[in-house]
């Protein structure tokens, strides 16, 4: 399949990501709609990374080009489960103090 | 290398120091022996001396101006605990968790300074950014910090994102993460003007202006700033700050060219619009807390000059700027800690019941607001030299000194609340060797104004 695919559905995908992140109202929403965002990158360098890793192998068949990007995907999986952790820890001191997740509530700083 | 090494080490430590005493004058006591043992680390890998050595595979590169500004944000952590350790020590149960935060930030502060590969641009803004989360929301049952840190959260991990989506892009069109590598194309020796290529860097432009709040991506920043616990919000202005300009400036050295000539352009409207909003809405803040986010959103206008070229000006400008900028927010940020309520009222008749905090904190605005004989001048004219010499146009440098004479007057808003109107302040009492500690900031900053040189001739010799 040519890449012009994955790009055009990598973007959509990073683009309903940003589409929930800036109109959804609820911070688990909004947070999943993050990872989609972080989904979506995940499954371009793949492809990116297929491409660059195919064209190399008729040069070359013991290549290793293109891998670099197959590496980067498990840090940003790992980096996305930290962040995951830290996120959902913030999310739960909040709904115990105000006993819900609603994003609106968030304006007590914009006196 | 030492530095990311032992600051690892040491913030691990730190969270067993929590377990095993509960006195939190002996957890700062080992945090500030931690810092010393850092800069100590840090300072041995310039004179050539590796705790361990291995190639990295360009994934890092370790360079003396690297190197440097490690140290000088390592000294300048250091002087942050020394004056707000006793601060930090209030807030929460467990202080030594914070100096296990602050080394982690370290560590990505180390990172940031000798990247060489946007894999590792990556894991330092997010060793940075995820315990900056926790310091913001440490105040746990405060609402206004449990807002921030959500939302300091959020924006975050939406720009990087952002982030992540630029760097892939910028993989798609050259095949590789390195820096340098990959911006002229090997077969026609020309500059890759790939429409991913442009559209990845935009994309890495964007992200990075969020995280050292340049605008028009700044609208986190004075929420976050205000609702984070003030010691903390000392430690987010500064050091944090710094790491994210010296990463900012390594990206775009090299593959600025792939912009040619559209990035002056877009630079100089972050510029322009990050010195507009910051200074012209600090004007109208009424809490001191405020106006200095505000004030460090137009402090950061100033920083991006050092974009423009890419000459050892620049770098020396950048250096000079931080150390003059951190010095002088970290001191005030120590005073504001110590009022009771955040607005510029509550500095009236300051000279009055303490001449000398006055005096310091007028020290420390003449320093933000460019006034000769503090760091702040010299900061803003090597800044300025440094636009000049890389052949940026006059209007930029006129706009500069408008906005700068502007942040007078808000700057000096607060000196006269000290001076010239009467009134009980309301601050809590201080100590005698807390004055001491803010003098020493003060005399820094004095000696900062009158030999800026001093501090690089320790770079090149």
């Known amino acids: ?77 790992v980096v996305a489960a930290a962040e995951v952790s830290v996120g959902l820890a913030i999310i739960v001191m909040m709904f115990r103090n105000t006993h819900s997740i609603d994003i609106n509530f968030l304006n007590r700083l914009k006196n | 290398m030492n530095a990311i090494i032992v600051s ?65 944000l390592f000294i300048l952590t250091f002087l942050y ?21 602050f080394f982690f930030i370290l560590c990505g502060v180390s990172i940031l300074t000798s990247f060489d590969n946007l894999l590792m641009l990556f894991i330092g ?31 975050g991990s939406f720009s990087t994102g952002v982030l992540l989506l630029g760097i892939t892009l910028i993989y798609g069109a050259t095949g590789s993460f390195h820096l340098a590598m990959p911006i002229v194309n090997p077969k026609t020796h020309l500059v890759n003007e790939n429409f991913l290529m442009s559209a990845g860097l935009i994309l890495l432009f964007v992200s990075m202006n969020f995280k050292v709040s340049a605008a028009p991506f700044h609208f986190w920043t004075p929420d976050v700033y205000d609702g984070a616990p003030t010691v903390f919000t000392s430690f987010m202005a500064t050091i944090v700050k710094a ?48 106006m200095l986010a505000y004030s460090s959103i137009a402090q950061a206008g100033f920083m991006l000059f050092a974009l423009y070229g890419n000459s050892i000006f620049n770098t020396e400008a950048i250096l000079l700027y931080i150390v003059a900028y951190s010095l002088a927010t ?18 009236n008749g300051l000279a009055k019941k303490h001449p000398a905090l006055a005096f310091v904190t007028t020290l420390f605005l003449f320093s933000l607001a460019g006034i000769p004989l503090t760091a702040g001048f010299f900061a803003k004219y090597y800044m300025l030299n440094a636009l000049l010499t890389a052949g940026a146009g006059l209007w930029l440098l006129i706009v500069a000194i408008l906005f700068a004479a502007v942040s007078v007057f808000y700057y000096f808003r607060l000196i006269q609340a000290m001076y010239f109107i009467s009134g009980e302040p309301a601050i809590n009492e201080l100590d005698k060797t807390y004055e001491l500690k803010l003098w020493v900031i003060a005399v820094l900053i004095i000696i900062m104004g009158v030999f800026p040189g001093f501090m690089f001739n320790y770079l090149y010799f």
């Open chain 2, 243 to 290: 790491a994210g300009f010296i990463a900012f400036i390594r990206v775009f050295e090299a593959q600025r060219i792939a912009l040619g000539y559209t990035w002056p352009i877009i630079l100089s409207f972050v510029i322009v619009a990050t010195l507009l909003v910051g200074n012209i809405t600090a004007v109208f803040q009424r809490s001191v807390k405020r």
């Open chain 2, 81 to 101: 605990v020394w004056i707000n350790g006793d601060e930090i020590g209030k807030i929460g149960n467990h202080t030594a968790d914070f100096f296990a935060i």
């Open chain 2, 8 to 72: 690892t080490l040491l913030g691990v430590i730190m969270m067993f120091v929590s377990w095993m005493t509960t006195s939190t004058r002996i957890q700062k006591n080992i945090g500030l022996v931690g810092m010393l043992l850092l800069i100590a680390a840090n300072f041995l890998q310039q004179k050539g001396w590796w705790v361990i050595n291995f190639d990295t595979k360009g994934m890092l590169a370790f360079n003396q101006i690297g190197l440097f500004a490690n140290m000088l």
């Open chain 2, 330 to 347: 970290i001191g005030l940020f120590a005073v504001l800690v110590k009022m009771k309520d955040y607005s510029f009222d509550s500095y």
């Open chain 1, 1 to 77: 399949m040519p890449i012009q695919y994955y790009i055009f559905f990598c973007l959509t995908l990073f683009s309903i990501g940003v589409i929930g992140v800036l109109t959804r109202r609820n911070a688990i929403i909004v947070f999943m709609c993050i990872e989609l965002m972080l989904n979506a990158v995940n499954l371009l360098l793949v492809a990116f990374s297929k491409m660059y890793h195919g064209a190399a192998l008729q040069l070359a068949p013991q290549s290793t080009a293109g891998i670099d990007a197959q590496i980067f995907v498990f840090f940003i999986m």
């Open chain 2, 125 to 155: 803004i997010e060793i940075l950014s995820i315990p900056l989360y926790i310091l913001t929301g440490s105040d746990k049952k405060n609402l206004l910090s449990n807002e921030a840190s959500l939302k300091y959260f959020l924006m």
